[in-house]
């Protein structure tokens, strides 16, 4: 059975740091990309960063670009959103994705509500002011 697990999640004050997880199961971990999106009430998905589970390369939307750090341990089939200088504009439900590579890590992040192979179910995010 394919999952992906968000974990992580959680409240912080703004100007705090929280660092989300995405366990992956149920594929070939180093065959797919993995992605992060956002959903905040009333607003649309947002994607955030991407990264290649074959080269490590990565990318960022500029909102959070300087900000966020993704990353992968592929021994661990886990994906990392290490995220800091978080503000209430940051409070959403954060989903992670997998696509099959190759695939274009912008198109990702950038092409809005973007079809993702496979999804998990999110974690809540909520920075207080």
């Known amino acids: 059975e394919v999952q992906l697990v968000e974990s992580g999640g959680g409240l912080v004050q703004a100007g705090g740091s929280l660092t989300l997880s995405c366990a992956a199961s149920?594929?070939?971990?180093?065959?797919?990309?993995i992605g992060w999106f956002r959903q905040a009430p009333g607003k649309e998905r947002e994607g955030l960063s991407s990264i290649s589970t074959v080269d490590g390369n990565t990318y960022y939307a500029d909102s959070v670009k300087g900000r966020f750090t993704i990353s992968s341990d592929n021994a661990k089939n886990t994906v990392y959103l290490q995220m800091s200088s978080l503000t209430p504009e940051d409070t959403a439900v954060y989903y992670c994705?997998?696509?099959?590579?190759?695939?274009?890590?912008?198109?990702?992040?950038?092409?809005?509500?973007?079809?993702?192979?496979?999804w998990g179910h999110g974690t809540q995010v909520t920075v207080s002011s």
């Open positions: 149920g594929f070939r971990f180093d065959d797919y990309a």
């Open positions: 994705g997998a696509d099959r590579q190759p695939v274009d890590l912008k198109l990702i992040v950038d092409r809005i509500a973007y079809h993702y192979d496979y």
